[in-house]
């Protein structure tokens, strides 16, 4: 069946550093692929998607570029703030309209 | 703000009770989901509504149902409740023709 597959966590980086979270999936055609964001406390919020091969998400200085050869879907970030701690979940739709996500990834930046 | 309300945010409640979680949607939107999240299981789908009718079924327990009201407003009941019933409960909505949903801010629930 359909799943996604996430980098285990947590991820540690100080201000300014490059990020990258692996997400990668197995799916039946394709569809299209989210990243969703979960601050503490709070619930997930859309933070980038992609309807077909070859398209790049990109939102708040985030990017993932969906690569159909590699069935790949890469959370990267160029410079991270404290203020992107989270939690980051890569998510596909399956079986009709309901998501399952990875296993999410949580981020903690420090100045 | 998704524009989806939960209420309660918190709820505490013991083994062998019966709970209550409601969802209010987007403005216009006609599909529901319910998601459960748990340390153990992650993000797991529990059921979908679409216009007041059950759309898609997940892993949710017999214990569990839902419904969705005339004015789109959706229940999860809760039943028979057991400790590792405490989790994240998340609604999520759109209109129905798109995969991509909005989340609510979740009820958390915890059973002692």
């Known amino acids: 069946g359909d799943s996604v597959t996430q980098m285990e966590g947590p991820v540690t980086l100080s201000e300014e550093a490059f990020l990258t979270i692996n997400c990668t999936y197995t799916a039946t055609g394709y569809p299209s692929l989210f990243w969703y964001v979960q601050y503490p406390g709070e619930g997930l919020q859309l933070l980038l998607k992609a309807t077909k091969a070859d398209d790049k998400g990109s939102n708040k200085g985030f990017e993932a570029t969906y690569r159909k050869e590699t069935t790949s879907f890469h959370l990267e970030k160029g410079s991270v703030q404290v203020s992107d701690s989270a939690v980051y979940f890569c998510?596909?739709?399956?079986?009709?309209?309901?998501?399952?996500f990875g296993t999410g990834t949580r981020l903690q930046v420090f100045p | 703000d998704s524009g989806v309300t939960q209420t309660p945010k918190h709820l505490i409640t013991a083994t062998g009770q019966r709970v209550t979680l409601r969802c209010s949607p987007r403005s216009g939107d006609l599909s529901v989901y319910w998601y459960q999240q748990s340390l153990d299981q992650g993000l797991q789908f529990l059921i979908q509504?679409?216009?007041?009718?059950?759309?898609a079924k997940g892993n949710i327990l017999e214990r569990f149902s839902a419904q969705q009201f005339p004015d789109l407003h959706s229940e999860l009941n809760l039943s028979s409740l057991e400790l590792g019933d405490s989790a994240l409960y998340f609604c999520a909505s759109n209109l129905g023709t798109t995969n991509e949903q909005f989340f609510g801010p979740g009820t958390r629930l915890t059973v002692l």
């Open positions: 509504y679409y216009n007041g009718e059950e759309r």
């Open positions: 998510a596909l739709p399956s079986g009709g309209d309901k998501l399952i």
